[in-house]
């Protein structure tokens, strides 16, 4: 073979191995550019799903806020509610025997108390009354006024007359129950 020949061949062997570089280049190009648009793809889904969620965010706080407002009004309407009971219309019992506590329980209330006193009914008409008011219907008792409640059925409570005396050497002041 002549070196024309040898360098012919040598010279399609480059443009071949070029060729195939070529190929290869543009091949790995377009897997790039595919991988960076799926890149920008994930990176815009991404972004859009922050917005959403900020946005989501925003809502769900202004609809807890305007929950938690709502439910102080409650609460504020039914305290109020709570003094003004025994001044509604259909109220079954004499204002005047109602006296307000609020906490634990809103009411004790000395049923006849004042009619009994004045002759017009018997002493067996005459009742105590614990009384617990609520507004609305998903309000309950808590635990404390459950327990006033059982400890009422269960007979558990008395009368009991507090004396106070105060020593005269000492103006110490002492407290004696008729127990």
Not at 42 to 56: D, G, I, S, V
Not at 86 to 98: E, G, H, R, T, W
Not at 129 to 146: D, M, P, W, Y
Request: aromatic content about 8%; overall charge negative; some cysteine.
């Amino acid at each position: 073979m002549t070196t024309n020949t040898i360098l012919l061949i040598i010279l399609i062997f480059l443009f071949a191995l070029l060729a195939w570089t070529l190929m290869k280049i543009s091949a790995q190009s377009k897997e790039i550019l595919q991988k960076e648009n799926i890149l920008n793809e994930l990176a815009t889904a991404k972004l859009e799903r922050e917005m959403q969620f900020k946005e989501q965010l925003t809502e769900e706080i202004k609809l807890a806020k305007k929950r938690s407002n709502d439910m102080q009004r409650n609460v504020l309407k039914g305290q109020i509610g709570e003094q003004f009971t025994p001044f509604i219309a259909n109220f079954p019992y004499n204002p005047a025997d109602c006296k307000f506590m609020g906490d634990p329980i809103d009411y004790v209330i000395f049923q006849n108390l004042h009619e009994h006193c004045d002759g017009n009914v018997p002493i067996e008409d005459v009742h105590i009354i614990f009384a617990e008011v609520k507004t609305g219907n998903s309000a309950r008792l808590n635990k404390r006024q459950k327990i006033i409640k059982q400890v009422i059925a269960n007979g558990q409570f008395r009368f009991d007359e507090l004396r106070l005396k105060v020593s005269e050497e000492t103006d110490e002041i002492t407290v004696q129950s008729n127990q």
